[in-house]
């Protein structure tokens, strides 16, 4: 039986307390995930998604509750210190990538995150042979490109290193934040077909937070929905394959507030 990868005990976070603008995100959240799962994760917007992930990332510190990673409590580690074990992919693909490095040289400061450095080159000849094969899977052209700089690369083009740069490190955890609401449908599809293929591939325990609610019925194995910082759906295995966006705008409709999610479908 796979082991919890992950688990959050009654994790709460409150912005701005006791003012007339406070905002309770998480409110005493717990969640297990599995060793391998690979969980999308919708909500209206203010539901406690991203929020969730900054906790788990240490972009957040939790007001209430514990995060545990593969059994070590990281509540109160440093994020740089997550780093060595988790990975993150951004909504906008201008994050999680130097613009004025080259590509080589982002997939090797990928590769080395989290360890100690030397004060040797940080691409070898045999990395950069190594960079070159791990780019044909993305079937753009960029392994003929290595000393390219990455801000002559389009959206999609960034987003997919991005997430290739994810698999040279071999994390833990990968969390994905709305990773291709900012691309157009075709490139979009094309990411998410990367994505199944990375964390197939890697067996990477996957969080991905997602506005489309096909996505997140077509890829993954569980599914979760939040609301007002609690989960109230947990779907999983043959229960989450025979769902339909239309069931769950049926029973959750006046959960999910959200355009985006009731139009998906």
Same mark, same amino acid.
Do not use: W
């Given at each position: ?6 688990? @959050? ?101 990928? *590769? ?22 791990? @780019?044909?899977? @993305? ?38 934040? *709305? ?81 985006? @999610?009731?139009?998906?479908?």
């Amino acid at each position: 039986m796979p082991l919890e990868m992950l688990v @959050l005990k009654d994790v709460s976070k409150v912005f701005n307390p006791c003012t007339q603008d406070e905002k309770v995100a998480l409110n005493s959240l717990n969640l297990s995930v599995k060793d391998g799962d690979f969980v999308t994760i919708i909500g209206s917007n203010g539901a406690g998604k991203s929020t969730l992930l900054n906790c788990v990332a240490g972009t957040y510190r939790p007001d209430g509750g514990s995060v545990i990673i593969d059994g070590r409590d990281i509540t109160k580690s440093p994020e740089h210190r997550r780093a060595r074990y988790l990975a993150r992919v951004f909504q906008d693909p201008t994050l999680g990538t130097a613009a004025a490095m080259t590509i080589e040289e982002n997939l090797s400061l990928a *590769e080395l995150r989290g360890r100690k450095r030397g004060l040797g080159p940080g691409v070898t000849k045999k990395r950069r042979a190594r960079y070159r094969e791990v @780019l044909k899977v @993305l079937e753009l052209g960029l392994e003929d490109r290595l000393r390219d700089r990455v801000g002559l690369l389009s959206g999609g083009q960034r987003q997919s290193l991005a997430l290739l740069m994810t698999t040279l490190s071999l994390p833990r955890l990968l969390l994905l934040d *709305e990773h291709t609401a900012a691309l157009d449908p075709r490139t979009a599809d094309k990411v998410m077909t990367l994505t199944d293929h990375v964390v197939e591939e890697n067996r990477l325990t996957t969080l991905m937070v997602t506005h489309n609610m096909n996505q997140a019925l077509k890829h993954g194995n569980r599914m979760i929905m939040l609301h007002q910082g609690q989960v109230r759906m947990d779907v999983s295995g043959e229960e989450k394959q025979k769902l339909t966006v239309r069931e769950v705008v049926a029973k959750f409709g006046t959960t999910l507030k959200d355009e985006t @999610l009731l139009s998906a479908g």
